[in-house]
């Protein structure tokens, strides 16, 4: 079995060595797509991954799917029977996995691996020649569930931290791309949702809102319309209109039942709004939907999850929510639970548990 990487790169040699280095020594082959690289982004790729680096030229047209449909392509012209998938500002780190072992075991076309955070899992192994295709000019989507894919259990993929320059200038440029997408592609909730994770990050709260809304009303995928319904409360609840927040949450658990985190938040919401008793009701239901005593595990989902939501946060809420009420007792056995939750998802995760608690306590 021949495995590649595939990375596509223009002016990126601040970043390209790490990314190359992090699966240079276990594939046969790194295939670079160069966009029309003018630095030494070619050059140090070339220093890192030797005999190993194959480049390919491909005129960029803004378009990241028709880039990544190429680099796949070149991935199997190259030789390569499953490819990986590693753009410049990220790592793939195998955390121990016998990746080999799994490729040659697979039963699907695909493999997703799960970015750091836990938040979110991508399509990144691809049996070749690919049997799909990227679609969309940013935030490119690949059909992996419904032609068929296993998840890794230890592998994961790691961002490089962008400044906030950096991250202004890539949400600007997805506000001007999206908006002239949809123009061609009204009816494709995708779209909107993406519109509204770049307006929301530009800081332009009511104009996301309005974008989640439209994703959420399309009702094309549950998942995706139930997450827009979060995505709206969070933006609601940085205004402070913690009902209008608590409304998003439920009517993105009309949609999608399972979504535990649209709980949460409610709770949370309600809690920030003075009601606490209604905040106590919330977090019991998510406490029901969640990975700490719940049946969260149970839950089908491919994309968007808050780990905090659905392990220690329920019962962060329920702490304060009871001690606002006066009942410091059952507060105290809440705020015992949010400990256990705690090491619970660092087991389940591998994580660092007094640094996760640290940094979600905080983030509360």
Same mark, same amino acid.
């Given at each position: ?193 993406? /519109?509204?994770? *770049? @307006?929301?990050? &530009? $800081?332009?709260? +009511?104009? =996301? ?108 809420? /329920?702490?304060? *929510? @009871?001690?606002? &009420? $006066?009942?410091? +007792?059952? =507060? ?33």
């Amino acid at each position: 079995m021949r495995l590649v990487s595939v990375t596509m790169t223009g002016n990126n040699e601040a970043t390209i060595g790490e990314a190359i280095a992090s699966v240079a020594a276990w594939v046969d082959a790194v295939v670079l797509v160069d966009t029309g690289a003018t630095d030494r982004s070619v050059e140090i790729a070339r220093e890192i991954a030797g005999d190993k680096l194959v480049v390919r030229r491909f005129k960029w047209i803004n378009d990241f799917a028709a880039g990544r449909n190429f680099a796949l392509k070149a991935g199997h012209e190259a030789g390569g029977e499953w490819a990986v998938m590693v753009d410049t500002d990220e790592t793939i780190d195998l955390r121990g996995e016998d990746i080999r072992g799994e490729l040659e075991r697979a039963r699907k076309p695909h493999f997703m691996i799960a970015h750091e955070s836990g938040t979110y899992t991508q399509p990144r192994f691809f049996k070749l020649p690919a049997i799909g295709k990227f679609d969309g000019p940013t935030h490119e989507a690949y059909p992996a569930d419904s032609l068929g894919a296993d998840r890794l259990t230890r592998c994961i993929f790691c961002d490089k931290p962008k400044t906030p320059e950096q991250l202004k200038e890539k949400f600007t440029r997805d506000v001007r791309i999206l908006r002239a997408h949809i123009l061609k592609r009204p009816k494709e909730a995708r779209w909107h949702y993406y /519109l509204g994770d *770049a @307006l929301e990050n &530009l $800081g332009q709260y +009511r104009d =996301a809102i309005k974008s989640f809304k439209t994703c959420a009303d399309m009702r094309v995928w549950d998942e995706e319309s139930a997450w827009a319904c979060y995505r709206m409360a969070q933006c609601w609840g940085t205004l402070k209109e913690w009902k209008y927040a608590v409304d998003a949450c439920a009517k993105g658990l009309a949609i999608h039942p399972g979504i535990g985190e649209l709980a949460w938040l409610a709770g949370w919401s309600a809690f920030k709004a003075g009601q606490h008793q209604q905040a106590v009701y919330w977090s019991r239901i998510a406490i029901s939907l969640g990975l700490f005593r719940g049946c969260g595990a149970d839950v089908k989902r491919i994309l968007f999850r808050n780990p905090f939501g659905l392990w220690e946060g329920p019962y962060n809420v /329920l702490h304060h *929510a @009871l001690r606002a &009420l $006066g009942n410091e +007792r059952e =507060a105290m056995q809440a705020d015992q639970l949010r400990l256990k939750a705690i090491l619970a998802r660092a087991q389940a995760t591998q994580a660092r548990p007094l640094v996760v608690a640290a940094a979600e306590v905080k983030a509360s």
